[in-house]
């Protein structure tokens, strides 16, 4: 009995190997165009079927949570390495690209790099100091792994009247924190590239913001490469491919290269808020929500082939809908849908028409 459990149980992995394995795999089709690429945890690099996976698809990686500051530097005196090392390391070992993410942002930040040694709100000189020690370690350990580093993350307002996102980083250091992230960053590694990342890029003020932003500090002569659409996006958002090759056009009239850094479609409206789950919120991925969803996928990745010149990634945020952020966030429990892969992590409906523009 249990011996024909077991040949059942490696049937059926052999039977969900080949379900991976007999298709050309997303970076394949990709490759004149663009590196796919994926974010992961280091659970989802371990031996497995999402390794499997990642190794078939995606040509990049980026660590979803281990590199930002929680994570990374918990304490003052304290770097927690590992698990972004077993990234890294999995990269390297299939020549993956690698891009790091974040440096600087106001969320997953550890509360000690704002207060001195008695609880007080930290001075200037101190949080710069710390700015730099933080840039450094992070960057200099991974010197010539990771090519293009997130630099500094969600620094313009959601309000079209206000330009900064009044963080703790913008209270203490004024709108200067960004030159000083982006020039520690490169005094670290010289070679990486390195990106200002956003969501909502594609909203006509917090687009003209961040463009103002990225002139201002390119005319200061602040070394800054790139820019991130984090692209997460839904199924009943207006996005439109006008809207879209407007940012990418816009933000590579600076000289700066595009990527597509958090792409997901969510399958319910778009909300940045927490809320507590009530019995109405559904939870179906319905046929008509599927081709909301397919049509948009398509729609983003018609404009991104397009713009191929300027264009130079493409990450999703989660590797299937097995799991991904949207199942806790903003609804707790809710279940979503958002990627190219479904719970068994075959590719969906949405994948073979991303890919369906060689035929
Ligand atoms: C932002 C961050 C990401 C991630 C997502 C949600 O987009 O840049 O690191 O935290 O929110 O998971």
Known sequence: MRKCALALLSLLAFA??????????????????????????????????EAVLIRKNFASLTAENVMKPQP????????????????VNFAQANGLKMRGHTLCWHNQTPKWFFEDKDGNPV???????????????????????????????????EQPDQMYRPTKWYQVLGEEYIAKAFEYAHEADPDALLFYNDF???????RDHIYSMLKGLLNKGVPIHGVGL?????????????????SITRFASLGLTVQITELDISIYPKDWNRK??????TTSFTPEKEQLQIDKYKMIFNVLRKHKDKVSGVTFWNIS?????????PIKGRKDYPLLFDEALRPKKAFWEVVDFEK
């Open 16 to 49: 969900h190997t080949a379900i991976c394995q007999d298709y050309k795999g997303l970076k394949d089709y990709y490759r004149d165009y663009f590196p796919a690429g994926v974010s992961v945890a280091p659970q989802s690099v371990a031996p497995g079927d």
């Open 72 to 87: 990374i530097h918990p304490e003052e005196n304290r770097y927690n390495w590992e698990p972004a090392d077993q990234i």
């Open 123 to 157: 001075s200037r000189e101190l949080l710069l100091q710390r700015l730099r020690d933080h840039i450094y370690a992070v960057v200099g350990r991974y010197k010539g792994k990771v090519y293009a580093w997130d630099v500094v993350n969600e620094a313009i307002s």
């Open 200 to 206: 909502d890029t594609e909203k006509p003020a917090k």
């Open 230 to 246: 984090q692209g997460h996006w839904s199924i009943y958002d207006n996005l439109t491919a006008a809207g879209l090759e407007e």
């Open 276 to 281: 507590e789950r009530r019995a109405s919120d």
């Open 321 to 329: 809908d097995r799991k991904s952020w949207l199942d806790t966030f």
